[in-house]
């Protein structure tokens, strides 16, 4: 199944977040349950608003889409396909 890397600008604080998070687990467990949440990265904007970088697994993007719409909260600012991964162990510095 395809994942996605969503990038989201929310209308919260840190304080904010878990009421967020359970939100986004309901809903994923209730009405979207086609979706897997993986993690979220969070950072801190200077206005201290949360922006997070989410993996999800999904059947289609329009999944995706249509749980940050049902979850508010936030701007959705991209959706990428994830089409690998690498590590630092990928790119030995032994080898031209």
């Not at 467990?29 to 993996?55: A, M, N, R, Y």
Request: net charge negative.
């Amino acid at each position: 199944m395809p994942m996605y890397i969503l990038e989201r600008q929310f209308d919260v604080t840190q304080d904010g977040m878990p009421a967020v998070g359970r939100r986004s687990r309901s809903l994923i467990e209730g009405q979207f349950p086609e979706i897997t949440w993986h993690h979220s990265h969070v950072t801190l904007g200077d206005d201290e608003l949360v922006k997070t970088f989410c993996l999800y697994e999904a059947p289609t993007e329009d999944a995706v889409r249509a749980h940050a719409d049902e979850l508010g909260m936030h701007t959705l600012l991209s959706v990428y396909e994830l089409v690998g991964d690498v590590t630092p162990a990928d790119f030995p510095l032994d080898q031209s």
